[in-house]
């Protein structure tokens, strides 16, 4: 059975709840203030099996327009439309409010049903025909079934469920191959089940006993059992109207608005990129403008930027960014509708291009409108490189491509895969990355090596793991070492030990020289060699020149750091830390002065070697003497 949403759209009491509840059997008006004024004040639900084994969820939403953002909330996931005209009245206001939206959500299919022609005679009926067609003209609903119907005498009703029939065949099943989002409409309690929330199921597959998340509150939830169109079932797909029966949840923490979704997929937002279409009877806005904004059952407050331009005309399109005051959970491609902050009249919509840009201030540059025309109108393969390129060093992990783009997974994956073949993008362990990021990473590892060989030419290099602090540039230590290792790959770099230098650098030629004489002179000194405070007036060279050829001397094997003033020959340390041992062992606790005397050394030497000793876990100070660490 395939699961079709059908949404009803026009203006009040035009008959749109009769014309369900004569369809259906069921009174999509629930609340008692509803039934006693005879109109819709909130979003009801219905549904309808089709001759063809097809079924349709029913969202009838009201036709005030005091309630349009109730009305918004119910159509954002719909696949197709009734448009609702009464005959006694034609078209009105929400009339051609609730088309205009449906225009900018860009919902396809739909069928305008002429209620209320008991109320007629054949000769308006005509009349409202004729006008209706007029009215419909250059909209999805151009050549669209119109049947005149009586939700009162039933006439009509089954040649309207025929069409209905014919239309929901012609539409394509919603993806369950993709990540579970349900907007949530409605949040209620059931005694005995505990809190429980509605939604249409925009994409995936929900499970009982699936661990769920709750954004924009981040809230973690576990799916106790769920029912689609009244039945109990283990799992409802895209496409259904859906109960979810959440475990542990207090109902007052969730409301119409919140999104559940699969977890670790996806991150609300309060800045997106995106494409606005004005309606031509809308007004003039300017960078600035304050807004409501409306992506399914969301609503949020915010400004918006018009990219390239200070203001948009009725009619117009641009490119513009939203400052939201809330956080919302959207993906590219997702359909919005934009609304006045005051008066709350529909000014456009449009879709959702970049659901975590970066904070660009370049708003109006070429480049940058160039990348919003590519994720409006590029192929997928460019759509998804784009908006991880925007990520820059801190790429995107795998999981969480999923969560920026609405299609299916295995679309995804095939177009990440290209991606990386092509070598566009670059794959880190589960962390893509786009591979223009190298080029600018490149240029400064490559010139942090050339300036410390210009400040250090007796050092072979730079120790590969302390370039990485000097960078100006963040990026994680897996993409630091893939570029080190591309580079020394290319020639461009070359590994000396630990050290990275230009590939071809030598060091200044009386290094192995200075060296030499160092090690000689510690090695000369036995247990009380020089210090290296002492070394510049000894071999007649700079401070600068000793310090740097003591860095070399720390990775030599035949010496010992003690500490940066202290460097022995490794054997007689070695030596020394062995007879320690044995004492110790013997005696089970040494003083200074018995350690001085053990070392053959004096106490300016002797304070440091101990330590040493303890900062390499061998001794620990108890009092004024030293034991063995247990």
Same mark, same amino acid.
């Given at each position: 059975?395939?699961?079709?949403?059908?949404?009803?759209?026009?203006?009040?009491?035009?008959?749109?709840?009769?014309?369900?509840?004569?369809?259906?059997?069921?009174?999509?008006?629930?609340?008692?203030?509803?039934?006693?004024?005879?109109?819709?004040?909130?979003?009801?639900?219905?549904?309808?099996?089709?001759?063809?084994?097809?079924?349709?969820?029913?969202?009838?939403?009201?036709?005030?327009?005091?309630?349009?953002?109730?009305?918004?909330?119910?159509?954002?996931?719909?696949?197709?439309?009734?448009?609702?005209?009464?005959?006694?009245?034609?078209?009105?206001?929400?009339?051609?409010?609730?088309?205009?939206?449906?225009?900018?959500?860009?919902?396809?299919?739909?069928?305008?049903?002429?209620?209320?022609?008991?109320?007629?005679?054949?000769?308006?009926?005509?009349?409202?025909?004729?006008?209706?067609?007029?009215?419909?003209?250059?909209?999805?609903?151009?050549?669209?079934?119109?049947?005149?119907?009586?939700?009162?005498?039933?006439?009509?009703?089954?040649?309207?469920?025929?069409?209905?029939?014919?239309?929901?065949?012609?539409?394509?099943?919603?993806?369950?191959?993709?990540?579970?989002?349900?907007?949530?409409?409605?949040?209620?309690?059931?005694?005995?089940?505990?809190?429980?929330?509605?939604?249409?199921?925009?994409?995936?597959?929900?499970?009982?006993?699936?661990?769920?998340?709750?954004?924009?509150?981040?809230?973690?939830?576990?799916?106790?059992?769920?029912?689609?169109?009244?039945?109990?079932?283990?799992?409802?797909?895209?496409?259904?109207?859906?109960?979810?029966?959440?475990?542990?949840?207090?109902?007052?923490?969730?409301?119409?608005?919140?999104?559940?979704?699969?977890?670790?997929?996806?991150?609300?937002?309060?800045?997106?990129?995106?494409?606005?279409?004005?309606?031509?009877?809308?007004?003039?806005?300017?960078?600035?403008?304050?807004?409501?904004?409306?992506?399914?059952?969301?609503?949020?407050?915010?400004?918006? /930027?018009? $990219?390239? &331009?200070?203001? %948009?005309? *009725? =009619?117009?399109?641009?490119?513009?960014?939203?400052? #939201?005051?809330?956080?919302?959970?959207?993906?590219?491609?997702?359909?919005?509708?934009?609304?006045?902050?005051?008066?709350?009249?529909?000014?456009?919509?449009?879709?959702?291009?970049?659901?975590?840009?970066?904070?660009?201030?370049?708003?109006?540059?070429?480049?940058?409108?160039?990348?919003?025309?590519?994720?409006?109108?590029?192929?997928?393969?460019?759509?998804?490189?784009?908006?991880?390129?925007?990520?820059?060093?801190?790429?995107?992990?795998?999981?969480?491509?999923?969560?920026?783009?609405?299609?299916?997974?295995?679309?995804?994956?095939?177009?990440?895969?290209?991606?990386?073949?092509?070598?566009?993008?670059?794959?880190?362990?589960?962390?893509?990355?786009?591979?223009?990021?190298?080029?600018?990473?490149?240029?400064?590892?490559?010139?942090?090596?050339? /300036?410390? $060989?210009? &400040?250090?030419? %007796?050092? *072979? =290099?730079?120790?590969?793991?302390?370039?990485?602090? #000097?960078?100006?540039?963040?990026?994680?230590?897996?993409?630091?070492?893939?570029?080190?290792?591309?580079?020394?790959?290319?020639?461009?770099?070359?590994?000396?030990?630990?050290?990275?230098?230009?590939?071809?650098?030598?060091?200044?030629?009386?290094?192995?020289?200075?060296?030499?004489?160092?090690?000689?002179?510690?090695?000369?000194?036995?247990?009380?060699?020089?210090?290296?405070?002492?070394?510049?007036?000894?071999?007649?060279?700079?401070?600068?020149?000793?310090?740097?050829?003591?860095?070399?001397?720390?990775?030599?094997?035949?010496?010992?750091?003690?500490?940066?003033?202290?460097?022995?020959?490794?054997?007689?340390?070695?030596?020394?830390?062995?007879?320690?041992?044995?004492?110790?062992?013997?005696?089970?606790?040494?003083?200074?002065?018995?350690?001085?005397?053990?070392?053959?050394?004096?106490?300016?030497?002797?304070?440091?070697?101990?330590?040493?000793?303890?900062?390499?876990?061998?001794?620990?100070?108890?009092?004024?003497?030293?034991?063995?660490?247990?």
């Amino acid at each position: 059975m395939k699961s079709i949403i059908l949404g009803t759209a026009g203006h009040i009491d035009h008959g749109k709840s009769s014309l369900v509840k004569a369809l259906t059997g069921i009174d999509p008006d629930r609340w008692k203030e509803e039934k006693e004024r005879g109109i819709t004040l909130d979003l009801g639900f219905a549904f309808l099996d089709l001759p063809d084994n097809n079924r349709l969820g029913i969202v009838d939403v009201p036709g005030h327009e005091g309630l349009i953002k109730n009305m918004l909330a119910g159509v954002g996931g719909i696949d197709m439309v009734l448009l609702v005209i009464a005959a006694d009245e034609g078209v009105m206001p929400q009339t051609r409010e609730h088309l205009a939206i449906c225009d900018l959500l860009q919902i396809k299919k739909g069928i305008i049903a002429l209620t209320k022609i008991d109320m007629v005679d054949q000769d308006w009926l005509a009349l409202v025909r004729n006008d209706v067609r007029a009215f419909v003209k250059g909209t999805f609903l151009e050549t669209a079934p119109l049947i005149p119907v009586s939700s009162k005498t039933g006439e009509n009703l089954s040649l309207l469920v025929k069409e209905l029939s014919t239309l929901a065949n012609k539409i394509s099943p919603r993806s369950s191959n993709s990540i579970l989002r349900l907007p949530i409409d409605r949040v209620f309690t059931i005694k005995g089940f505990g809190t429980v929330v509605t939604g249409t199921l925009l994409s995936g597959t929900i499970n009982t006993e699936q661990e769920v998340e709750i954004f924009p509150k981040g809230i973690p939830a576990k799916v106790r059992g769920i029912q689609s169109h009244n039945q109990t079932v283990s799992q409802a797909i895209a496409g259904q109207r859906t109960a979810v029966n959440l475990q542990s949840i207090e109902k007052d923490r969730l409301s119409r608005g919140d999104t559940l979704v699969s977890t670790g997929f996806f991150k609300p937002t309060t800045t997106l990129d995106a494409k606005l279409v004005l309606l031509k009877q809308s007004r003039t806005i300017k960078t600035g403008t304050r807004i409501r904004f409306y992506n399914t059952t969301q609503e949020a407050l915010g400004r918006i /930027i018009v $990219h390239g &331009n200070s203001d %948009l005309g *009725p =009619g117009q399109e641009a490119y513009v960014r939203f400052q #939201l005051e809330q956080p919302v959970v959207v993906q590219h491609g997702d359909r919005y509708i934009l609304r006045f902050l005051s008066p709350m009249e529909t000014l456009g919509g449009g879709m959702v291009l970049n659901s975590h840009p970066q904070k660009n201030s370049k708003y109006s540059s070429d480049e940058f409108l160039a990348t919003l025309k590519n994720l409006e109108t590029g192929d997928r393969e460019k759509q998804l490189a784009l908006l991880i390129q925007d990520k820059g060093f801190d790429g995107i992990e795998h999981d969480q491509t999923y969560g920026i783009i609405a299609a299916e997974k295995s679309e995804i994956a095939n177009a990440l895969a290209a991606l990386v073949k092509k070598g566009i993008l670059l794959r880190i362990n589960t962390q893509y990355i786009h591979a223009s990021q190298m080029l600018p990473l490149e240029k400064e590892i490559i010139d942090r090596v050339s /300036i410390h $060989h210009q &400040n250090n030419p %007796l050092q *072979p =290099g730079i120790d590969k793991e302390a370039i990485k602090s #000097l960078l100006e540039i963040r990026a994680s230590d897996a993409l630091l070492s893939m570029v080190i290792e591309n580079l020394i790959r290319m020639k461009r770099l070359a590994m000396e030990g630990c050290f990275l230098k230009l590939s071809g650098f030598k060091p200044a030629k009386d290094h192995e020289s200075l060296k030499r004489k160092i090690i000689e002179a510690i090695k000369q000194g036995g247990n009380q060699p020089p210090l290296r405070e002492e070394f510049p007036g000894l071999l007649s060279v700079s401070e600068k020149e000793i310090r740097d050829m003591f860095k070399l001397i720390t990775n030599d094997d035949q010496i010992t750091r003690i500490n940066d003033s202290l460097y022995m020959v490794s054997d007689i340390v070695e030596s020394i830390k062995s007879a320690l041992k044995k004492y110790l062992e013997e005696k089970k606790d040494i003083s200074m002065s018995e350690f001085r005397d053990l070392a053959k050394t004096s106490r300016k030497f002797a304070v440091p070697l101990m330590e040493y000793f303890d900062s390499q876990k061998l001794t620990q100070r108890v009092g004024d003497k030293r034991v063995l660490r247990g």
